[in-house]
């Protein structure tokens, strides 16, 4: 399967505990994206990457979130110190550049709890 | 990004077409019409987009009024796994920085036996 993958697919977590998610892209793709959906609500953008450079960080991305491409392949997102209201699915997407029309093709997501 | 306003929730019979509606009036005219469906607990699948004209693809049609101000995506002959959450989103050309994806509430699709 040469889609998106992410790991791992499920997260239990005690607040205050550090967490760190993993997205691998569709290997041609050099835009990569994250996401965080809550229940009932749609995904919300979280960052945005071209590469390894970080372009756009949303202010739902408080200091406690840090993400990172080293390679411009594979991206981490961590979340430090965790909340209870951090629970959600982080979601990450993928998608080419121009001239394509960059459609994002989305992983499985992450779920995380934090009890 | 232009807003988009979709019904919260629509029933189809099994083996019937689903025509799934969605307005974005304020849509300019480089942005695209794209369309994700999500099954509970997965990550949002794309089906399909369009500029202006219809499009067809394995999944799905997508009609575009001539307008531009509203758009139907069509599922020809629904089944049970058809049932979703249907996300209509417009969102620009892909040259520039970010084409971040702005997400509303969609609608949600029970495929009814």
């Known amino acids: 399967d040469t889609g998106v993958s992410q790991d791992p697919r499920h997260k239990i977590t005690k607040r205050g505990q550090n967490v760190t998610f993993r997205c691998d892209p569709i290997s041609e793709h050099n835009r990569l994206y994250w996401y965080r959906q809550t229940l009932g609500q749609g995904p919300e953008f979280l960052t945005y990457f071209q590469n390894e450079a970080q372009l756009e960080k949303s202010r739902l991305l408080s200091d406690r979130f840090s993400a990172e491409r080293p390679k411009g392949s594979f991206s981490t997102l961590e979340i430090q110190r965790t909340e209870q209201g951090d629970s959600a699915m982080y979601l990450c997407?993928?998608?080419?550049?121009?001239?394509?029309?960059?459609?994002?093709?989305f992983g499985p997501g992450t779920r995380l709890t934090v009890l | 990004d232009a807003k988009t306003t979709q019904p919260t929730s629509m029933d189809c019979a099994e083996g019937r077409a689903a025509n799934l509606p969605c307005n974005h009036s304020?849509?300019?005219?480089?942005?695209?019409v794209y369309w994700y469906r999500q099954i509970h607990s997965q990550g949002p699948q794309y089906i399909i987009h369009?500029?202006?004209?219809?499009e067809t693809n394995e999944m799905a049609s997508l009609i575009i009024t001539e307008d531009r101000k509203s758009s139907t995506l069509i599922l020809p002959h629904a089944t049970l796994r058809d049932t979703a959450v249907y996300y209509c989103?417009?969102?620009?050309?892909?040259?520039?920085?970010?084409?971040?994806?702005?997400w509303g509430l969609g609608t949600s699709l029970a495929v009814n036996p």
């Open positions: 997407a993928s998608s080419l550049s121009p001239p394509s029309t960059g459609t994002q093709y």
């Open positions: 989103i417009v969102r620009g050309g892909n040259a520039g920085n970010n084409r971040k994806l702005i």
């Open positions: 304020t849509i300019s005219g480089n942005e695209y």
């Open positions: 369009g500029l202006k004209n219809n």
